[in-house]
């Protein structure tokens, strides 16, 4: 449980007030697929000493929207319409948290994934969401 930050991983570069409070969150990419990082800080704990379902859920929610964003050409602006999150472990202070990303369409109104938090080789959450064009005519 080291502090260090795994290979690849670089500070997320575009932040938000709310991300950057939230954070540090990191990233990678490699083939077009995005994964976020965060090392558990103690800003992130809750009382019983394990991370705040809230922060569980931004990740999940930032990262689906990197992901869905980043991944057209020019990025689409987006807004969370719909995040659900189940949560099968927990996480503690200065333990490593990865969000992997898999969406599954992409429409000209909204956007469809899931992602998966791993602690090490074991995944603690799993989040499904759909996102919204902020561009897209109101109907």
């Known amino acids: 449980?080291?502090?260090?930050?795994?290979?690849?991983?670089?500070?997320?570069?575009?932040?938000?007030?709310?991300?950057?409070?939230?954070?540090?969150?990191?990233?990678?990419e490699k083939d077009g697929a995005r994964t976020l990082g965060l090392r558990v800080l103690e800003k992130h704990i809750n009382t019983r000493g394990f991370v705040h379902g809230g922060v569980?859920?931004?990740?999940?929610?930032?990262?689906?929207?990197?992901?869905?964003?980043?991944?057209?050409?020019?990025?689409?602006?987006?807004?969370?319409?719909?995040?659900?999150v189940d949560f099968a472990g927990s996480a503690r202070l200065g333990e490593w948290l990865e969000c992997r990303v898999d969406v599954q369409r992409v429409g000209g109104r909204l956007a469809f994934a899931n992602a998966y938090i791993w602690k090490s080789?074991?995944?603690?959450?799993?989040?499904?969401?759909?996102?919204?064009?902020?561009?897209?005519?109101?109907?």
Do not use: H, W
Request: glycine letters at 8%; aromatic letters at 10%; one cysteine or more.
């Open 1 to 28: 449980m080291s502090g260090a930050i795994p290979a690849g991983f670089g500070e997320l570069p575009r932040l938000s007030p709310y991300i950057a409070a939230m954070g540090p969150f990191y990233a990678k």
């Open 56 to 84: 569980l859920c931004s990740l999940a929610d930032i990262a689906i929207g990197y992901q869905i964003a980043f991944g057209q050409s020019p990025p689409l602006p987006l807004v969370t319409a719909n995040l659900s």
């Open 121 to 139: 080789e074991e995944r603690i959450v799993r989040a499904s969401a759909i996102f919204a064009r902020a561009d897209a005519p109101k109907e």
